[in-house]
Each structure stands twice: as structure tokens, then as C-alpha cells.
T-cell receptor
């Protein structure tokens, strides 16, 4: 595709529910990232996928967070038992080289 | 000390002004430097990318890197209200780990 595509663009969920966020990277990009950005804050690294290598999950904040990627295609970030502090925008990015390109983000509000 | 420091602003300037946005860093291994623009409720958009000391120009934007001082800048000439956004610097040492600044909020007043 032309750019990184994320869905849903907005999600309001009740505390305790699970949510699933999807990312479709730029075609041909082998690297895929998830970041979290809380209101007025910087980008917080969550997880990195590169091809078929083991992902770097070092940024996942708790075991309620998990992510999967099928080969070099779409990725899904799952947040289980959502908490209010999970409210943020979740940004996906992909890369093939030295620069990364972001999607528009999935804006998550936990009420 | 954070690896990357960026003044959060907000920075307000009149239309037509030259804007200077800056980041300092502590890791001398950083080789690749990027500037992103992020409009409200949008994802970051890559503006400039450079990997060497010196200046790189693209239209009204100039990216400057001074590796000896560990200092990078983004200059915006003839600033427009449409330039109002948050500007994020980012850098890496050639691995997949990118370090982002917290962003500077810029407001260009018409």
C-alpha cells in the first residue's frame, strides 16, 4: 500500500475488555514497530519485528500486552483487560532501511 | 540524563519568521538523524533525514547536524500557520533502535 495503515482509527472500550489493534505496513518493509504515545508525551517503544526473527518485546509494559506478526505482513497488538492508563494513541511504523514511516495511529480510550 | 533532550515548547512565532528547533543527544554512536512533524491527532510524518554532519536543505526546511557538539537543528524559513505542529527529532546508531525526543510544539501565528 501507499502508507502504513492502522485500524481502528478510534476505539472506546470499557475497562476490563480486550482490544485488538491492526497494522498493515508498507509493502516490502520487513521491519515493523509498535509505539505508544500518551497525551502530551513522547513515543514509547513497545515491540519490534524484523522478518522471521524473534521480535524484541522489551518495551511491552505488562503481560496484558502482546503482539503478533504474520511473516512480513500485518501485525496485531492485543491489550487484555484494559485499564484506564492504557488510554493513548498506538502508533505502528514500518521500515526498510534507515528511516521509519508511521501510520495515523489507533486512538484508544478506556472508560 | 536522557539520551535525547528536546525543549517541549510551546514555541510561538509570527508568520514569516525563521524557526529553529533543536535537540541534543549524549550517545556518540548515533549516526542517523530524522525530524518528524506531527499534527494534532495524526501520526508523525517524516520531514528530513540525514546521516552526516552539516546541512541538508529541502524547500523551506534545513536540517543541521553537529556531531562534535551532539546537537541537531531543524530550521523552518518563512514559517506558515500550516507549520503549526509538534516536531519530533529521532536518531539511531544504525540499529533498529530509534530514540525520539519528546517533541517541540510550534505555533505560527497568522
Amino acid at each position: 500500500g501507499a502508507g502504513v495503515s492502522q485500524s481502528p482509527s478510534n476505539k472506546v472500550t470499557e475497562k476490563g475488555k480486550d482490544v485488538e489493534l491492526r497494522c498493515d505496513p508498507i509493502s516490502g518493509h520487513t521491519a515493523l514497530y509498535w509505539y505508544r504515545q500518551r497525551l502530551g508525551q513522547g513515543l514509547e517503544f513497545l515491540i519490534y519485528f524484523q522478518g522471521n526473527s524473534a521480535p524484541d518485546k522489551s518495551g511491552l509494559p505488562s503481560d496484558r500486552f502482546s503482539a503478533e506478526r504474520t511473516g512480513e505482513s500485518v501485525s496485531t497488538l492485543t491489550i487484555q483487560r484494559t485499564q484506564q492508563e492504557d488510554s493513548a494513541v498506538y502508533l505502528c511504523a514500518s521500515s526498510q532501511g534507515d528511516t521509519i514511516y508511521f501510520g495515523e495511529g489507533s486512538w484508544l480510550t478506556v472508560v | 540524563q536522557k539520551e535525547v533532550e528536546q525543549d517541549p515548547g510551546p514555541l510561538s512565532v509570527p508568520e514569516g519568521a525563521i524557526v529553529s528547533l533543536n535537540c541534543t543527544y549524549s550517545n556518540s554512536a548515533f549516526q542517523y538523524f530524522m525530524w518528524y512533524r506531527q499534527y494534532s491527532r495524526k501520526g508523525p510524518e517524516l520531514l528530513m533525514y540525514t546521516y552526516s554532519s552539516g546541512n541538508k536543505e529541502d524547500g523551506r526546511f534545513t536540517a543541521q547536524v553537529d556531531k562534535s557538539s551532539k546537537y541537531i537543528s531543524l530550521f523552518i524559513r518563512d514559517s506558515q500557520p500550516s507549520d503549526s505542529a509538534t516536531y519530533l527529532c529521532a536518531m539511531s546508531g544504525g540499529t533498529y533502535k530509534y530514540i525520539f525526543g519528546t517533541g517541540t510544539r510550534l505555533k505560527v501565528l497568522a
